[in-house]
């Protein structure tokens, strides 16, 4: 994930890095076509058409590039992680959820620069598009992140498993995302965030949600019995 395009760019580099700069802004919906290929320093008002045929395929594979390179590092670190004997604990899981997830960018003082805003901005207002992206595949070091949390915590109901999955993932990408736009504005210190104690610490609180102590009064018998019809998916492509 390149926020400086390799040694000869081409203009495909630039609307693609003009693209990911705004929309990590802005939105998909606050951007226009014309507005990514001025700020990509194009002159021919068709070009983002002719390499990318639609703004939708644009964002479509600029999802990808990111995704991919974290799918990438998730499932070495996870593949590391077994061949060492683990997980020993659910904080060997989440530092794998977060670690691959930053430092993606080539250039810049901390190698950060749009693409955790970007996807967040996505995933969050075009959720069908981010899914169809990432097409259970980009995102299957994630999963098998999540397969091995539910192994390691068998003691919290599906129902109470599955929202805390649900909040663990917005935090994720809120956390990141404004890391990222700290460590991108020279004007604002950067200690806290550019420290991998604060990465760790961050780790520490995912697990917190994790392993909280609930209220089964807040749910009624039959939800805490229920096995969703996604848990069985997992649970079945945890055996297989």
Known sequence: MSDTPDLKPTARDWIKLAARRLVAERGVDGVTTR???????????????????????????????????????????????RANGGPKSIEDITDILIFPAVRISRGGKYFEDSYSRFATQVRDYHPALFADALANKWNSGYQQCL?????????????ILNQRFS??????????????????????????????????????????????????????????????????????????
């Open 147 to 159: 397969i091995e949390l539910r192994k390691m915590l068998p003691d919290i109901p599906p129902l």
């Open 35 to 81: 507005e990514i290929i001025k700020a990509a320093g194009q002159k021919n008002q068709g070009s983002l058409n002719y390499y990318f045929g639609t703004k939708e395929e644009l964002i479509r594979e600029i999802i990808i590039d990111g995704a991919k390179l974290i799918d990438e590092r998730r499932h070495a670190a996870l593949d590391e992680l």
């Open 167 to 240: 909040f663990m993932g917005a935090y994720l990408g809120s956390v990141l995302s404004t890391r990222e736009r700290v460590l991108t504005d020279d004007s604002r210190p950067t200690k806290l965030w550019a420290s991998d104690g604060t990465l760790h610490h961050f780790s520490q609180t995912m697990v917190a949600i994790l392993t909280a102590p609930y209220l089964p009064e807040l749910f009624s018998e039959e939800e805490l019995e229920e096995v969703t019809a996604e848990s069985k998916r997992i649970a079945e492509k945890a055996s297989s």
